[in-house]
């Protein structure tokens, strides 16, 4: 299901940038965890980054640290990804997910994410070419 509006997205060159934007207004999410994952065709689902929309602590996998931005308004309930330095190993569906039950982002952008299990936007493309 739906449940969060995204866009941003598409086609960029590398070393160019882009900025993913997710709408969770229709939720509370403030206090709680949000993250971005991604995934590639034939990959698994992997965490990007995460951040506790309360205290905005955040967490990147180790390829997008130094390149990869995460942020949330509070006022608009609206999750950003800002992707600067884009590689062409970055090219994968990106999807937007916000969970009340998340506490440990590490932990969180570790796991196995199960698309069942809290409010996920429908997924935006970014494609890299080199």
């Known amino acids: 299901l739906v449940q969060l509006q995204q866009s941003g997205g598409g086609s960029v060159k590398a070393g160019e940038s882009l900025t993913l934007t997710c709408d969770a207004s229709?939720?509370?999410?403030?206090?709680?965890?949000m993250a971005w994952f991604r995934q590639a065709p034939g990959k698994e689902r992997e965490g990007v980054a995460a951040i506790m929309t309360g205290d905005k602590v955040t967490y990147y996998t180790d390829s997008v640290k130094g390149r990869f931005t995460i942020s949330h308004d509070h006022t608009r309930d609206t999750l950003y990804l800002q992707m600067t330095s884009l590689l062409p190993e970055d090219t994968a569906m990106y999807y937007c997910?916000?969970?009340?039950?998340?506490?440990?982002?590490?932990?969180?952008?570790?796991?196995?994410?199960?698309?069942?299990?809290?409010?996920w936007g429908q997924g935006t493309q970014v494609t890299v070419s080199s």
């Open positions: 229709s939720y509370t999410f403030y206090g709680y965890g």
């Open positions: 997910v916000g969970d009340p039950t998340k506490r440990d982002l590490q932990k969180w952008l570790l796991s196995t994410p199960d698309p069942s299990k809290g409010y």
